[in-house]
């Protein structure tokens, strides 16, 4: 028995290390993607204030991948990642200038393009978090994503499928999303942009629970307490599922090297 579990711990542990190889060079791929991105809408342009860097970026993604493809125009790891519960990654949606998969449940483009630009904005070290319309207590106004990036010590709101639409104040400051919400005269301006705009911000939030079923979201919230669970954000590693599959792989790997020594066979060890 014991010869079967140090076999299997071998075999598993060849597994991890083929995978962890795997999702080293998907990071890099995207990294690279992101880099070129940066570069183009970035460097070439000389910005070095955040508020230029984030509006440059997601004017660039837009152009880039305001588009949906099919299936089978993507290679075999990109369709599999672009239709699993992390939906298009920024990766994929560079690297094939798109941002759904035609007839997905989950086609839509303010998820892929926002995605893309917090990893842009990451890499760049500009805070930024995912901001989440949701319905109001009548279910209208939500089903959109945005982000927020801090600039000038506040968190301001930025659209990159509404073709980078930013909401100004009087003094021309980009919003926050409590300035947009508290003012009717700066929420309206999104229909000059684009009358059929059908979200509201009634109810915002940094996260959406609802992608989790709702004996999770009860759970989590009983663990971790109803003012934790109103006030958290996305995890970064959502929106970065190839680095998440990465640190899985490589701790898949120490776990079953840990195995591996602890079944080895009793000869080995008194060989040594």
Request: aromatic share 14%.
């Amino acid at each position: 028995m014991k010869l079967y579990l140090y076999r299997l711990s071998l075999l598993l542990l060849i597994l991890s290390l083929v995978s962890s190889v795997f999702f080293y060079f998907k990071v890099r791929e995207r990294n690279q993607l992101i880099d070129e991105l940066i570069d183009v809408a970035v460097n070439s342009e000389n910005l070095d204030d955040s508020e230029q860097i984030a509006i440059s970026l997601s004017e660039k993604i837009f152009e880039r991948t305001h588009r949906g493809l099919n299936k089978e125009d993507l290679d075999w790891y990109s369709g599999i990642e672009s239709t699993s519960f992390f939906n298009v990654t920024s990766a994929a949606s560079l690297k094939y200038g798109f941002f759904g998969i035609k007839g997905h449940s989950q086609y839509g483009d303010c998820g892929t393009m926002t995605r893309t630009l917090l990893n842009a904005l990451w890499r760049l070290d500009i805070p930024a978090r995912k901001l989440q319309l949701l319905n109001n207590e009548y279910g209208k106004g939500g089903g959109h994503t945005m982000i927020e990036f801090y600039h000038n010590d506040a968190w301001r709101v930025l659209s990159p499928s509404d073709e980078t639409f930013v909401w100004r104040t009087e003094d021309g400051t980009i919003a926050t999303a409590k300035q947009i919400k508290n003012n009717p005269d700066v929420f309206s301006q999104i229909y000059e942009a684009n009358p059929k705009f059908r979200y509201l911000f009634d109810n915002y939030k940094n996260i959406r629970w609802e992608k989790f079923p709702n004996w999770l979201n009860s759970k989590i919230k009983l663990v971790i307490g109803v003012n934790r669970y109103e006030a958290m954000e996305t995890p970064k590693l959502y929106d970065q599922p190839r680095t998440l599959l990465l640190y899985c792989s490589v701790l898949a790997t120490i776990f079953f090297a840990l195995l591996l020594f602890f079944f080895r066979p009793k000869n080995s060890v008194d060989s040594l």
